[in-house]
């Protein structure tokens, strides 16, 4: 099986926030600490065979655009239509590519990256 990953985007989250005590003075005090985040959307193809190159930038600009719908559709009312119209664009885009791609072959994926406590 052949798999590939191909990032639709990222998106600031939320900060995180912890208490330290702060160590080395005579009188430790409680020091606040924030990181920030950043969320970073995937799609993943599961790929029984290799296919070449040609299905793989097929695939890449599908799930751009796709994702773009997703991104459009996650703006309304609780972001509710944003899967459902991914997956709806990128089986149509990657249909008419002569692409036959199934559920299982086809993944969204989420990566959290974190930055330094300040």
């Given at each position: 099986m052949i798999t590939r990953k191909f990032e639709l985007g990222s998106i600031y989250g939320l900060p995180e926030v912890r208490i330290t005590?702060?160590?080395?003075?005579?009188?430790?005090?409680?020091?606040?600490?924030?990181?920030?985040?950043?969320i970073h959307v995937f799609v993943v193809i599961n790929q029984?065979?290799?296919?070449?190159?040609?299905?793989?930038?097929?695939?890449?600009?599908?799930?751009?655009?796709?994702?773009?719908g997703a991104t459009i559709a996650g703006f309304f009312p609780g972001g509710v239509a944003a899967l459902p119209t991914f997956m709806q664009i990128f089986g149509t885009c990657a249909a008419s590519k002569g692409f036959n791609l199934v559920s299982e072959q086809v993944q969204l994926?989420?990566?959290?990256?974190y930055g330094e406590w300040v």
């Open positions: 005590m702060n160590d080395g003075v005579p009188i430790p005090m409680p020091v606040v600490q924030i990181r920030s985040t950043t029984l065979e290799d296919v070449g190159e040609d299905f793989w930038n097929a695939v890449r600009d599908c799930a751009l655009l796709a994702g773009t994926d989420t990566e959290t990256t």
